[in-house]
């Protein structure tokens, strides 16, 4: 069973970055995540585990309901999804799931910044500039013209700066890319 929420694909979709997508089944606010699956089972539906994408998405109470799935169905369950806003604040699903997960892993694939430091921070940006301000979910799209709303993984540091790939390349002056006069 594929649970996603809020997709860049679409409403019922689970996608990469490289263009796959998949069938899912969409779990808006309020949806029992456990009364679904088990409805599911009971007309004969089969289910081995279940996967999460976009679980930052989900609610806390959504969250413990993943929780029962494994407790009392004893299903595994594999959540993905980023902790953290583009305020460097917990999204409250990441913050229930780091709560009541029995494990959690980072993935071993390494998001890198523009400047080549590994990525930990998502950066919103509207028109090409990085905002700090607004909704905390905004659906975005990384393949949109710069007009619009996206995102970009950024370091600790140029997150801080607000300094995205743009900037850097629009030639924006900060002390830390200048080069270093070692006279």
Known sequence: MIFTRDDRAGEGKLSSRLGLVTEAVEAPAGMDLYAYLVAQLSKGGKADYVIVDEAQFLAPAQ?????????????????????????????????????????????????????????????????????VEGEQVVVGDVNRPAEEIGYEVLCRRRHRKRMTSAAAHAGALSPDVLPVNHA
């Open 63 to 131: 969250i413990d309901q993943l929780a029962r799935i494994v407790d009392d169905l004893g299903l595994d369950v594999f959540a993905f999804g980023i902790t953290t806003d583009f305020r460097t604040k917990l999204f409250p699903g990441s913050q229930r799931l780091i709560e009541l997960a029995d494990r959690l892993e980072q993935l071993q694939i390494e998001a890198l910044c523009w400047c080549g430091a590994r990525a930990t921070h998502n950066a919103r940006t509207v028109g090409g500039e990085m905002v």
